[in-house]
Every structure is written in C-alpha cells, then in structure tokens.
C-alpha cells in the first residue's frame, strides 16, 4: 500500500542510531567526553550543540550501514502496514530524533502515533528508560495525539523469529559463510 497523505495513524520506528565513519574524530571525542562526564545526567548546552552536529553529519550507506539498514527494515515493515504512516526515528546520533520526528508527523495530522523500537531485549537503558520518558514528555507536548509505546516485546515471539532465522541457516538458505 502507498502511504497515503490523508492516513491520520503512522509508526514511528525507532533505531539507536551510529556515528557515521567520516565524521571527525576530535566532534566524536569531545562529544564523548562530555558525555561521559555529565553532571546529574543532565546534557550541557556544549553536549548538545555537539550531539546535533553528529545527528547533522552527511551521511551514506557506506558511512552508516546502520542507517542505511534500519531503513531497509522500514521499507519492509511499511509493506505490511495498511492502516498507518511509517517513518523513522533515531535515539542518538542520527535524524531525525524521537521528538523531531513525531512533532513532524504531528504537523502532518497525524492523530494516534505508535512507537516501536529496534532494540528488543529487556535490560537497555534507550529502550526501558530512554523512550518511555521521551514518551512522557511527547503526551504532555502533544495531549491531542494519542502516542503509545511498544513495549516490551514478547520474548516468546522473538524467540521464534530466531529459531526460524536458525532454521533457515541450518537449511543452507543463508547465512554467512566464513
């Protein structure tokens, strides 16, 4: 289905994001260091000029396979879609962040947006603290938008898309070969 400009629901899919390999080396250390040492975790003006410097990098599927394969996931999941917009979104690193985009699809109309994750195993900081309180903070932006939070995924369900990937390897019908 082409994603239809009148559809008022969209997922926003949400990758970690990367640090693109030609950004320079001394943007990524400074960045780092200041956020390694922050104070009351809480980002300093500096960090965060830095940090959107990074999310602004020029970027390619040679210089971020990461980008480039999230968006390949996308583009997979947005075929199965019928009823809803897909875009994605970037924890750190990349653009657009979580709130960059879904204030732009709250521009667009968009009335009930759901976000989903890449990161599926329990026990990370981005997605059992960082996302839900990014969450938090997007309902009381937008209290006219129905925004809701995939989470946690059913560990049984991922267990079996493993086992099929498994499976699949097993069969000789991919895999790596070394």
């Not at 493993?162 to 991919?174: F, L, P, S």
Request: hydrophobic share 35%.
């Amino acid at each position: 289905m082409s994603q239809n400009s009148t559809l008022t629901k969209a997922v926003l899919l949400i990758g970690h994001g990367g640090i693109p390999s030609d950004c320079p080396k001394n943007l990524i250390h400074e960045f780092m260091t200041l956020h390694k040492n922050r104070k009351d975790d809480i980002a300093s003006k500096q960090e965060e000029e830095l940090e959107q410097k990074i999310r602004e990098w020029p970027r390619s599927a040679e210089t971020d396979p990461y980008q480039a394969g999230l968006e390949l996931l996308a583009d997979n999941l947005r075929l199965l879609l019928d009823d809803s917009i897909l875009k994605t979104a970037y924890n750190e690193f990349c653009k657009p962040s979580i709130e960059q985009a879904v204030k732009n699809l709250v521009n667009e109309g968009i009335k009930e947006v759901i976000l989903i994750t890449t990161m599926l195993t329990p026990g990370g900081s981005h997605s059992e603290k960082e996302i839900p309180a990014e969450v938090v903070k997007l309902r009381k932006e937008y209290p006219n938008t129905d925004i809701k939070y995939a989470w946690p995924f059913d560990l049984t369900k991922v267990a079996g898309m493993m086992k099929e990937q498994i499976q699949m390897v097993q069969a000789g019908k991919m895999g790596v070969q070394g």
